[in-house]
């Protein structure tokens, strides 16, 4: 059973485009929803986290858009570019669980020049 | 870069083989996380670290196993090794707080069991 579901797979934009990426999951217990950028050899390096108590958050040029109540919650990337190529984790954890965090599947994000 | 590392980056070993892989956490961290990543999915998480105990587990056998020192620098270790085995194994470092925090991931160490 998979927590949470990621979507798309990949995901091909142009310079200057707005990439979005959703994320679903199921238990009401996550309160924690980072995310995390993975270039290939190169391990996940954190993004962007929110918590449920908001619905928004910015940091940049990458925005979490969270809505409690559809149990969704997606990564808009601004003004795109080549350079953001890379593989794309959301995750989740739960309170009480020590952090450790439940990773979607990624989507593979490419941006042409 | 995040300031965990972790050693070695690439190791081959034969199956049945063991294997003990390293990571030093970020300065002020008190928690370590080890997680696999398949080619092509998502980390999982294999087990958590704190104050040198593990401190929760994934869906992982007993055959992975782990400790975390003083210094909380921390070691995975995988008996009997299986062709499954190989992945990538990533080490997280954190502050403990009771729930989901900032965890910063090393480069990993490339496991290949032949």
């Known amino acids: 059973q998979q927590q949470v579901k990621q979507s798309p797979q990949s995901l091909i934009v142009q310079k200057g485009g707005i990439p979005i990426i959703n994320c679903a999951y199921e238990?009401?217990?996550?309160?924690?929803f980072p995310w995390y950028q993975q270039f290939p050899g190169k391990g996940p390096a954190l993004l962007i986290a929110?918590?449920?108590?908001?619905s928004e958050k910015k940091e940049g040029r990458f925005t979490i858009s969270f809505n409690k109540s559809a149990k969704q919650f997606s990564l808009h990337i601004m003004d795109s570019q080549p350079g953001d190529s890379a593989t794309y984790f959301c995750?989740?954890?739960?309170?009480?669980?020590?952090?450790?965090?439940?990773f979607g599947k990624g989507t593979k994000l490419s941006v042409k020049p | 870069e995040t300031g965990v590392t972790q050693s070695p980056t690439h190791l081959i070993k034969t199956r049945g083989q063991q294997v003990t892989l390293r990571c030093s956490s970020q300065?002020?961290?008190?928690?370590v996380s080890w997680y696999q990543q398949a080619l092509g999915q998502g980390p999982q998480f294999i087990f958590q670290?704190?104050?040198?105990?593990?401190?929760g587990r994934g869906n992982f056998p007993p055959r992975f196993s782990g400790l975390q020192f003083p210094n909380y620098s921390s070691e995975l270790n995988v008996n009997a090794l299986e062709l499954d085995d190989s992945a990538l194994y990533l080490c997280?470092?954190?502050?403990?707080?009771?729930?989901?925090?900032?965890?910063?991931f090393g480069q990993g160490t490339r496991l290949t069991v032949v």
């Open positions: 300065s002020g961290h008190n928690t």
């Open positions: 997280a470092s954190s502050m403990h707080r009771g729930r989901g925090t900032e965890a910063f």
């Open positions: 929110i918590r449920p108590d908001v």
């Open positions: 995750a989740a954890s739960k309170a009480g669980s020590q952090g450790n965090l439940i």
């Open positions: 238990n009401t217990a996550f309160d924690y």
């Open positions: 670290y704190y104050r040198e105990e593990e401190n």
